[in-house]
């Protein structure tokens, strides 16, 4: 079965640093397109970043600078370092795989994991 | 930075069409995407490539193009079609991608 495991978040306090885990079953995330998007409560979702098949790496404007999207072949998981959390970062984070088949359609989705920026 | 726009709200009866409009200037160039998403859910993808469904999605959503206009097209909606719906696409480079503001579809 082709799956993202989301592990990581909680509360963190302003500036601080926290990282999320995206575990796949099923395909392999260096093969792939892998993207970060988020969800302010009560907003609309926000596309944050993603990693190509060749290890670039692309950031939204909000967090250009802060985060850090990469992958670990050997765990075949996909990762988001953030750093210099600010209030208006609390979010749900998801991350999803573009899909090469289905022309770069976000095809498979993690059940999300809470980011709360909070002193 | 790049911006898709949508309008926010649209409501339809049981067995209507529901059309779900987003505006972009790039879309002449970038394919369009558009997600589904009911509460506290992660989205579902319902077409791609503008006009493209994924299988098990139901024959009724169907997308098109139009200029810098594309269309999330819901024929004979029912009321489990109720919920946030995303368009998705890219800057000109493909480097920045971006979603539209979201539509909440209201079934009456």
């Known amino acids: 079965e082709l799956q993202l495991v989301q592990s990581g978040g909680g509360l963190i306090q302003p500036g601080g640093s926290l990282r999320l885990s995206c575990a796949a079953s099923?395909?392999?995330?260096?093969?792939?397109?892998m993207t970060w998007v988020r969800q302010a409560p009560g907003k609309g979702l926000e596309w944050v970043s993603f990693?190509?098949?060749?290890?670039?790496?692309y950031y939204a404007e909000s967090v250009k600078d802060r985060f850090t999207i990469s992958r670990d072949n050997s765990n075949n998981t996909l990762y988001l370092q953030l750093s210099g959390l600010r209030a208006e970062d609390t979010a749900v984070y998801y991350c999803?795989?573009?899909?090469?088949?289905?022309?770069?359609?976000?095809?498979?989705w993690g059940h999300g994991t809470m980011v709360t920026v909070s002193s | 930075s790049y911006e898709l726009t949508q309008t926010p709200s649209v409501s339809v009866s049981p067995g209507q069409t529901a059309r779900i409009t987003c505006s972009g200037d790039?879309?002449?160039?970038?394919?369009a995407y558009w997600y589904r998403q009911k509460a506290g859910q992660a989205p579902v993808l319902v077409i791609y490539?503008?006009?493209e469904r994924p299988s098990g999605i139901p024959e009724r959503f169907s997308g098109s193009s139009s200029g810098t206009t594309v269309t999330l097209t819901i024929s004979g909606v029912q009321a489990e079609d109720e919920a946030d719906y995303y368009c998705?696409?890219?800057?000109?480079?493909?480097?920045?991608?971006?979603f539209g503001g979201g539509t909440r579809l209201t079934v009456l």
């Open positions: 490539k503008d006009n």
């Open positions: 990693v190509d098949t060749g290890g670039n790496t």
């Open positions: 790039a879309l002449p160039r970038q394919y």
């Open positions: 998705q696409s890219s800057d000109r480079t493909n480097t920045y991608w971006v």
């Open positions: 099923g395909f392999t995330v260096n093969n792939n397109y």
């Open positions: 999803a795989r573009p899909s090469q088949d289905l022309g770069g359609g976000f095809d498979i």
